[in-house]
């Protein structure tokens, strides 16, 4: 079966840029998205169509999808944007998340 | 602005059957896709299927045994039966609109606060 990884955590100082990183088997050739998830919240799209952001989203989330890799961006990180975070795709009529991964901005 | 609300029973005996209905409000139900998502505590999310507003079903392989969905247009509510459960069933269960035409593009704008369901006698 299809399986998408994330790495379990990463960290970031304020006002600096981070890469959260999702990997799968030609994960390029699929669309990828993006949820934010505040502890004890509903997760939040971020991303959808591996770059485009829903209304709403602030301008500093990006997403990019190539090869085997999909990658959020965030520039210039904010307290706010302390998270955990899922990729998410299509494959063979089943959707898959990711694992996750914990931002912690530190 | 869409809100999705799911309600039903927080405590579920084990090998009883789990059943969740979310309500769609502030705007229309029909021609979505419309999902139910899982989450166990401090673990990760599982797609366990959708239901298109026709009636027409996709379920996870790893829960289709167990697992009902229906919709009711005309009250602007879906539900998701799970047959059997184990305390492995517990979770917060979301539901959740996707907003494509399907094909190979599937994702989730809105979703429900989390409805938490604990398996246990």
């Known amino acids: 079966s299809y399986e998408l990884t994330q790495p379990p955590s990463v960290s970031v100082s304020p006002g600096q840029t981070v890469s959260i990183t999702c990997s799968g088997d030609?994960?390029?050739?699929?669309?990828s998205s993006w949820y934010q998830q505040r502890p004890g919240q509903s997760p939040v799209l971020v991303i959808y169509?591996?770059?485009k952001r829903p209304s709403g989203i602030p301008e500093r989330f990006s997403g990019s999808n190539s090869g085997n890799t999909a990658t959020l961006t965030i520039s210039g990180t904010q307290a706010m944007d302390e998270a955990a975070y899922f990729c998410?795709?299509?494959?063979?009529?089943?959707?898959?998340f990711g694992g996750g991964t914990k931002l912690t901005v530190l | 602005q869409v809100q999705l609300q799911e309600s039903g029973p927080g405590l579920v005996k084990p090998s009883e059957t789990l059943s969740l209905t979310c309500t769609v409000s502030?705007?229309?139900?029909?021609?979505?896709?419309w999902s139910w998502i899982r989450q166990p505590a401090g673990k990760g999310l599982e797609w366990i299927g959708h239901i298109y507003t026709s009636g027409n079903t996709t379920y996870n392989p790893s829960l289709k045994s167990r697992v009902t969905m229906s919709v009711d247009t005309s009250k602007k509510q879906f539900s998701l039966k799970l047959r059997s459960v184990t305390a492995a069933d517990t979770a917060v269960y979301y539901c959740?609109?996707?907003?494509?035409?399907?094909?190979?593009?599937?994702?989730?704008?809105?979703w429900g606060q989390g409805s938490l369901v604990t398996v246990s006698s």
């Open positions: 502030g705007g229309s139900i029909s021609n979505y896709y």
């Open positions: 030609d994960l390029g050739d699929k669309y």
């Open positions: 998410q795709a299509w494959d063979s009529s089943i959707v898959i």
């Open positions: 169509q591996d770059n």
């Open positions: 959740a609109r996707d907003p494509t035409e399907g094909y190979n593009l599937h994702f989730f704008d809105y």
